[in-house]
Structures are given as structure tokens and as C-alpha cells.
Nanobody, 115 residues
Framework: QVRLVESGGGSVQPGGSLRPSCVVSGIDLSINDMGWYRQVPDKGRELVARLTSDGVRYYPPFLEGRFTVSVDKAANTVSLQMNNLKPQDTAVYYC?????????WGQGTQVTVSS
């Protein structure tokens, strides 16, 4: 049974950093690509980071290199280091496979960037 549990969000001022993490159960991280996504009200989820099973990372250009995805396969955990946060980064952040399995979304973790 797949279970994705996100944590580590919070409230920070612009320019701050956060490192949400996702504990993964029921997904073999050695053969599945993983992604971090975010969603704001009235908009669909968008991909903000992808990590392939062999360690290749992808980020959309609009992030300007501020986010870094990593994995600890021994702990079945995928993390997202977010630096120089901006108000437009405010969203609920989720992890899932990439492409996502729509039956597997967790509860997400809220990130709020505000002065």
C-alpha cells in the first residue's frame, strides 16, 4: 500500500529557507522517479522538482535554481531544500511519483512566505 507523508513546511519571511520532507511507503525509490509538486487555491498542481531513480534532477526554469531535491533511500525519504523563498512560493507542497499517480496524493505540507 502506497503512503506519502509530507512534513516540514511552515511560515517564513521572504528570503528564508525551508526543507520539507516526504516519507515514502510502498514505492521502490530505486526504480521510480519522484517529484515535488505545489498547489495554490483555484489552480492545478505544478511540478517543482523531479528526481529520477538514477539521480538526475530537473527543475522548471522559473525557480531560478532556488530549490534542490534529494533522496535518502535508506530512510525512504525525499526532501526539498528551498532557499531564497518568495511570496509566490506560498502553496501546499506534495510529493508523488513522476508522473504522478493520482490515487496516491498525501495531505501535503503548507508553505507560507510572507513579511
Amino acid at each position: 500500500q502506497v503512503r506519502l507523508v509530507e512534513s516540514g513546511g511552515g511560515s517564513v519571511q521572504p528570503g528564508g529557507s525551508l526543507r520539507p520532507s516526504c516519507v515514502v511507503s510502498g514505492i521502490d525509490l530505486s526504480i521510480n522517479d519522484m517529484g515535488w509538486y505545489r498547489q495554490v487555491p483555484d489552480k492545478g498542481r505544478e511540478l517543482v522538482a523531479r528526481l529520477t531513480s538514477d539521480g538526475v534532477r530537473y527543475y522548471p526554469p522559473f525557480l531560478e535554481g532556488r530549490f534542490t531535491v534529494s533522496v535518502d533511500k535508506a530512510a525512504n525519504t525525499v526532501s526539498l531544500q528551498m532557499n531564497n523563498l518568495k511570496p509566490q512560493d506560498t502553496a501546499v507542497y506534495y510529493c508523488n511519483t513522476q508522473p504522478p499517480d493520482f490515487g496516491n496524493w498525501g495531505q501535503g505540507t503548507q508553505v507560507t512566505v510572507s513579511s
